[in-house]
């Protein structure tokens, strides 16, 4: 199917009030179409459903399904050069905040920054992320151009675009991995440090970065220690995200447990809450004083049955028709995303804190993280 053609569709949905998303996984060119054929709104209870799962960032809230059985499932693909002058976004400035509403969020966030840094310095916390939503006012909404910009802008990215009329419309461009399951194989990944891209794929991390990541990496591999065998650590790597650097270590093995019970071990991550994660949950929900909602939560396919080869050898056909059917789950954490209404988009970011931050250095990070998304609008 064609892009237009595809994005029309979607538009009609949008225009109906029925609920879809359009999703491209990372380096792939192919996106993907769930619309649901009605505007119920549907619960996952343990994860064993087939559809497309949208989680808050507190997971004792309803995870939100749209189920395969209630939709229609399209694809199309999106090929970069075919991104035309016209889809760029133009060339206007964009008021965020006001001058004086914009200093008092500053003035929250370093103070935030600065408690954060207290808690773990009475060592109730190792680490805690802190985040804050920042309003920018819109000149023009279209869902399906913003989509297509972020298609075009994150190429290694996960990006999204979700809708349901009884909860609201969602963009992203995510760079990290929650969980990917293939048949009982799994693979996930430790996130953390950040840094404005400067033309240097392999750049300097300081000892802060560093930290945080071998937190974030030593908490992963202690959460699946219960459920997971044959752990793979991979070496650490620099992974590009738009005009941002986060330093990556891939974690893969085999699955002994039910998908829930290793995505609620994961879910909420270091990179997202902090450590122990309970404690920083508990700080977050006290001290940051808005509603995440989805921000920091997770979403992806789940339990979706796909076709694997059991031989690449395209000259070898009669071994390539003894294809196995495998349960695939691919999730991710929505990072790097907004919420859009018919007037402004509520962009999401945060930070990590350790006892080493300086507030006013994690505040400057905060406005560079928005610029990602805000160079779409």
Avoid at 52 to 73: C, D, H, I, R, W
Avoid at 179 to 187: D, H, I, K, M
Wanted: glycine share 4%.
């Amino acid at each position: 199917m064609q892009i237009s053609e595809f994005l029309e569709i979607a538009q009609n949905h949008f225009d109906d009030a029925l609920p879809f998303v359009l999703y491209r996984k990372p380096k792939a060119s192919v996106i993907k179409g769930i619309f649901q054929n009605n505007d119920s709104v549907y619960t996952s209870k343990d994860l064993t459903e087939s559809g497309f799962v949208f989680a808050p960032f507190n997971a004792e809230k309803q995870t939100v399904l749209m189920p395969f059985s209630a939709s229609e499932t399209l694809e199309s693909r999106f090929i970069i050069s075919e991104f035309t002058t016209e889809d760029a976004p133009e060339k206007i400035e964009v008021q965020p905040e006001e001058e004086s509403v914009f200093a008092e969020a500053e003035y929250f966030h370093v103070n935030l920054v600065s408690n954060a840094i207290q808690a773990i310095e009475k060592k109730n916390l190792k680490k805690v992320v802190v985040s804050r939503k920042e309003e920018v006012k819109l000149r023009e909404s279209n869902p399906m151009q913003l989509f297509k910009r972020l298609l075009a802008q994150y190429p290694t990215a996960f990006v999204y675009c979700w809708y349901h009329p009884k909860i609201g419309l969602w963009l992203g461009a995510t760079p990290e991995t929650l969980l990917s399951v293939t048949g009982n194989r799994f693979t996930t990944m430790a996130l953390a440090g950040t840094q404005t891209y400067q033309g240097d794929d392999t750049p300097t991390w300081e000892a802060k970065e560093t930290e945080e990541q071998q937190l974030v990496t030593d908490y992963l591999i202690a959460s699946l220690e219960s459920s997971v065998s044959n752990i793979t650590i991979a070496d650490t790597e620099t992974l590009k995200a738009g005009n941002l650097l986060h330093i990556k270590t891939r974690v893969s093995g085999i699955l002994n447990s039910n998908l829930k019970e290793v995505v609620m071990a994961l879910h909420p991550t270091p990179a997202v809450c902090g450590l122990p994660k309970m404690a920083a949950k508990e700080f977050i929900l006290k001290n940051e004083n808005y509603n995440r909602e989805f921000y920091t939560g997770f979403l992806g396919e789940i339990n979706s049955k796909e076709k694997m080869a059991r031989n690449t050898n395209r000259r070898n056909v009669e071994n390539n028709a003894y294809s196995a059917i495998k349960t695939v789950s691919n999730l991710y954490v929505n990072l790097r995303c907004m919420q859009l209404t018919d007037v402004q988009a509520s962009i999401y970011v945060g930070g990590g804190i350790t006892k080493d931050s300086i507030p006013e250095k994690e505040w400057q990070e905060t406005v560079n993280k928005t610029q990602t998304i805000k160079a779409i609008l």
